[in-house]
Structures are given as C-alpha cells and as structure tokens.
C-alpha cells in the first residue's frame, strides 16, 4: 500500500504562485506513475499533470507554461509548482499514484489517492 499526504495549499489572488507537496509512503515500485487532478464543487476530477519514473510528463492544455511537476530524486514526494494562477484554477488539488509507466491523467489509471488540498485563486 501507499499512502499520499498533500500540503502547501491555500488562498493566492490572481497571478500569483503555489507549490504543492505530495509525500509517498510506502513501496511504489521501480515503475510508476505519480499525478495532480483537481475537481471544482459541481465539476469532476480532471487530470491536470504527470510524471511517470521514465521522466515522461503530460500536461492538461489548460496549465501548459504555468505549471510544472517535479520529484525529490528518492521519489518519496513530488511537488507542483502551480505560476500565473487564475481563478479558474480553483479546485481541491489530489495527489495519485499507481504502479506502472505512462504519465496518464486519467482517473481510472490511479490506484491511490491522497485526501487533497484546498487552492482558492481570487480575482
């Protein structure tokens, strides 16, 4: 099992920067992918970046030159440096994780989930 604690998020106006910390615990392979969706109230949950252990990423368009993921080299937490925010980033942010390559954003692909963190952009 792996759990997935998330912090660092908060309340930024607009154009302004958050970072996202996500700590695996537990065993999560040589193969893996690690990823950040987020679901606004009403919405569902959208994947919005990914990584994979081969260093391949996958971005959602709506994110692309704003935000960036990366990882500790241990790969025991990954980050999510979110730049130029906009209110429409607004959301409850999740980590997830599942064994395997393929740095997918798609829900059914994850296997574990983290409890989220709050990011409230205002305008």
């Known amino acids: 099992q792996v759990q997935l604690v998330e912090s660092g998020g908060g309340s930024v106006q607009a154009g302004g920067s958050l970072r996202l910390s996500c700590a695996a615990f537990?065993?999560?392979?040589?193969?893996?992918?690690m990823g950040w969706f987020r679901q606004a109230p009403g919405k569902e949950r959208e994947g919005v970046i990914s990584l994979d252990s081969s260093g391949s990423t996958s971005y959602t368009d709506s994110v692309k030159g704003r935000f960036t993921i990366s990882q500790e080299n241990a790969k025991n937490t990954v980050y999510l440096q979110m730049d130029s925010l906009k209110p429409e980033d607004t959301a409850m942010y999740y980590c997830?994780?599942?064994?395997?390559?393929?740095?997918?954003?798609?829900?059914?692909?994850?296997?574990?989930w983290g409890q989220g963190t709050q990011v409230t952009v205002s305008s």
């Open positions: 997830a994780a599942a064994y395997g390559v393929g740095a997918s954003l798609r829900v059914p692909t994850y296997k574990f």
């Open positions: 537990g065993y999560l392979s040589s193969y893996y992918r």
